[in-house]
């Protein structure tokens, strides 16, 4: 069983920056696909950025494209979301998941962590 904790949200101006981090606990880490989905209130998820190291492929959203970074640290099965000149509009709850097979965007993807809060104020 896959377990996913995320942690590194907080309160933080706009212009700031934050990184989250995503502990992965069983299954596969190098060989699997770890995403970044957020959902803010009254939204639906929404797909952030995505990475499989082993196909070195990445994928960002095209409204965070410049200014999230997503990567991974293999000993410590951590994944991180680097978030540099945050605007008001990237507040919500973030989530990272996991799959062994989806490369993507959309929300299919198998596992699943609880979330962590990231407000950016104007």
């Known amino acids: 069983e896959v377990q996913l904790v995320e942690s590194g949200g907080g309160l933080v101006q706009a212009g700031g920056s934050l990184t989250l981090s995503c502990r992965v606990s069983?299954?596969?880490?190098?060989?699997?696909?770890i995403g970044w989905f957020r959902q803010a209130p009254g939204k639906e998820r929404e797909g952030v950025a995505c990475?499989?190291?082993?196909?070195?492929?990445?994928a960002y959203a095209e409204s965070v494209k410049g200014r999230f970074t997503i990567f991974g640290d293999i000993d410590k099965r951590t994944n991180y979301l680097q978030m540099n000149n945050l605007k008001p509009e990237d507040t919500a709850v973030y989530y990272c998941?996991?799959?062994?097979?989806?490369?993507?965007?959309?929300?299919?993807?198998?596992?699943w962590g609880q979330g962590t809060q990231v407000t950016v104020s104007p």
């Open positions: 998941a996991h799959d062994d097979v989806y490369f993507g965007l959309e929300d299919k993807y198998r596992s």
């Open positions: 069983g299954g596969f880490f190098d060989d699997a696909t």
């Open positions: 990475i499989n190291r082993i196909d070195d492929n990445i």
